[in-house]
């Protein structure tokens, strides 16, 4: 087998995988607060909801 396609072959398969975990990381480090805030909201919701109906239903 011939080494310079050995090497190119890796060489193609290394970036793609350094160049995948650079962008999950900017990525995560972009939205993660963006995440966690809608999150948080969505819980402050859900436990409204759930409080309405726990005084509905002792009404």
């Known amino acids: 087998m011939n080494v310079e396609i050995l ?3 890796i ?3 290394l970036v793609t995988v350094v160049s995948s975990i ?4 900017i990525l995560r480090k ?3 607060p963006v ?3 809608m999150e948080k909201k ?3 919701e859900e436990s409204t909801e ?3 109906k ?3 239903s002792n009404i």
Do not use: C, D, G
């Open 30 to 32: 972009q939205y993660l």
């Open 11 to 13: 060489n193609a398969t």
């Open 35 to 37: 995440i966690k805030e």
């Open 42 to 44: 969505e819980n402050q």
């Open 7 to 9: 090497i190119l072959f």
């Open 50 to 52: 759930s409080e309405e």
């Open 54 to 56: 726990r005084i509905n």
């Open 22 to 25: 650079v962008v999950i990381a």
